[in-house]
C-alpha cells in the first residue's frame, strides 16, 4: 500500500504543500474553512505524518541509546542484571509509543558514540556507564540519568524516590510504636543501598535511637540468619530495603513471635507489589519503570534548548511511589 505524502493531500484539495503542513500543524495564517477544508482531506487519505522525515528537517535522530552495564559471573552482577533488563524493556515500550528505536551501548565502550547518532542517552546505572556520559558531553548529547545527578549541559536526573520511601517507612513504624528499628539492606554500592545507610543513619542519630543494620548477600542465602540477627539484637520492626517482604514474613510466621505484636515488618518492593498485598506485608511500592516515560517527557526540553538547567540546577523527575498498608504493622 503506497503511503499517501503531504503532496497528495496539498495535490487534493488545490493548495500548496507549505499551505498543507500549516493547516496540519495548526500554524500560519489561513482561513479557517481552509484549514479545516485541508484537516478533513487529509482524514479521508488517511495521511498520517512521517516522524521521521520531520525529525530528519528538524535535525533529530528519533534514536535513544541505552547504556547497558557490563556485567561479570557473580551474585551480584546477576541480581542487578535484573533490573537493568527490566529498564531496557520498559524503554523499548515506551520509545515504541513515540517512534523511536533504541541503540543498546556497553558501558565499556565509549568510542562507539562517534559512529552513532543519538537524540539522548539513557544511563540506569552512572556508575558503571561514566565513561559513556562523559563522552556524551563531549558530542553535546543529553543524558538522562536515573537515581544520580549527571554534571553535564542538558540532564535529567530520574529520582525513584528511595530517600523519601526510606523517611516514610522509618516514621511509619515509629508512629506504630516501633523502638528498635532493623535495617535490613544488600551488600554493595547500588545507589538504593547508599541511600538507605546513609539516610537510616541520619534518622537514628537525629532522634537518638541506636541503628541496627543487617547487610545482606546479593543472592540473600544468608537473609534468615540476618533476620534472627535482628531479632536477637531486639529490634521490634523490621525494615526491608533488600526487597524480600513475603520471604522475611514467612520467616516470621514461623517463629514464636506473633506479627504485628511482638515484631513489625515493613518492606520495599520494586517487582511484585501484589504479592507483598495478599500477605498482608506492608509495603512501599516503587515503580522504576517509569524512569523512561519520564524520559520522554522531558525529551523536548533536552533536545530543544541550548541548556536545560536553570541556574545551574538540572532537570529533575519524580516518580511515583505508595506506602500500602498491611497487617504486618499495627
Request: hydrophobic letters at 40%; charged letters at 25%; proline letters at 5%.
Amino acid at each position: 500500500m503506497t503511503r499517501v505524502t503531504l503532496r497528495d493531500v496539498a495535490e487534493r484539495a488545490g493548495v500548496s504543500t507549505a499551505a498543507t503542513s500549516q493547516a496540519l500543524n495548526d500554524r500560519g495564517n489561513l482561513r479557517p474553512e481552509t484549514r479545516e477544508r485541508i484537516k478533513a482531506i487529509a482524514a479521508e487519505l488517511g495521511y498520517s505524518p512521517n516522524k521521521h522525515a520531520a525529525a530528519l528537517r528538524s535535525g533529530r535522530t528519533m534514536s535513544i541509546g541505552f547504556v547497558m552495564p557490563d556485567t561479570e559471573d557473580d551474585d551480584g552482577a546477576k541480581r542487578w542484571a535484573f533490573d537493568h533488563n527490566r529498564q531496557l524493556n520498559a524503554l523499548v515500550r515506551a520509545s515504541a509509543e513515540h517512534g523511536f528505536t533504541v541503540t543498546v551501548l556497553p558501558a565499556s565502550r565509549p568510542d562507539l558514540l562517534e559512529a552513532t547518532q543519538l537524540d539522548v542517552l539513557y544511563v540506569s546505572d552512572a556508575r558503571s556507564g561514566l565513561d559513556v556520559v562523559r563522552a556524551a558531553a563531549t558530542r553535546g548529547i543529553p543524558v538522562v540519568a536515573r537515581d544520580l545527578y549527571v554534571d553535564v549541559d542538558r540532564s535529567l536526573s530520574v529520582r525513584t524516590g528511595y530517600d523519601a520511601v526510606l523517611r516514610a517507612s522509618l516514621e511509619h513504624l515509629a508512629a506504630s510504636g516501633a523502638e528498635r528499628i532493623a535495617l535490613l539492606v544488600d551488600e554493595g554500592d547500588h545507589p538504593r543501598d547508599e541511600i538507605a545507610r546513609t539516610g537510616y543513619h541520619g534518622w537514628s542519630t537525629v532522634r537518638g535511637r541506636e541503628p541496627l543494620v543487617f547487610e545482606v548477600d546479593l543472592a540473600h542465602r544468608a537473609l534468615p540468619r540476618r533476620v534472627r540477627e535482628a531479632l536477637d539484637a531486639g529490634a521490634d520492626a523490621i525494615l526491608a530495603f533488600c526487597e524480600d517482604g513475603p520471604e522475611i514474613y514467612l520467616q516470621l510466621e514461623a517463629s514464636p513471635l506473633v506479627i504485628p505484636r511482638d515484631v513489625q515488618l515493613l518492606a520495599l518492593c520494586v517487582t511484585d507489589c501484589a504479592l507483598n498485598e495478599r500477605l498482608g506485608v506492608t509495603h512501599v511500592c516503587v515503580h522504576p519503570e517509569l524512569a523512561a516515560e519520564a524520559a520522554f517527557r522531558s525529551l523536548g526540553a533536552l533536545t530543544h534548548s541550548p541548556s536545560a538547567t536553570l541556574a545551574g540546577d538540572p532537570l529533575v523527575a519524580d516518580l511515583p511511589w505508595e506506602l500500602v498498608r498491611g497487617s504486618s504493622t499495627r
